[in-house]
């Protein structure tokens, strides 16, 4: 009988590791092709990139739109996560 628990077992272990490796890709793969898309050299963001160039990022960091938005999705952020924490441990 412990062998087929062990089976089970690992079955389950590997049902878990794969619905984890879909999830995770899920939610890491439209950050990084949003990235990569801001390499592009064309004159509007796509994917695929035409070639390499850091325009994009040049256009980001000089947009005072852009600066402001960033930083009040880092300010968010940083106070979602200390309130989470907090309610965390009562």
Do not use: H
Not at 33 to 55: C, E, H, K, M, W
Not at 70 to 78: D, I, P
Not at 85 to 90: A, D, N, Q, R, V
């Amino acid at each position: 009988m412990s062998g087929l628990s062990s089976r089970k077992t690992t079955g389950l272990s590997l049902a878990m590791l794969s619905l984890a490796s879909i999830a995770l890709a899920l939610l890491l793969g439209p950050a990084i092709v949003t990235i990569l898309a801001a390499f592009n050299a064309g004159n509007y963001l796509q994917f695929p990139p035409d070639g390499f160039s850091t325009r994009w990022i040049w256009e980001f960091l000089r947009s005072d739109l852009f600066q402001k938005s960033f930083v009040f999705s880092f300010q968010l952020g940083a106070q979602v996560a200390l309130i989470s924490t907090i309610l965390l441990f009562l």
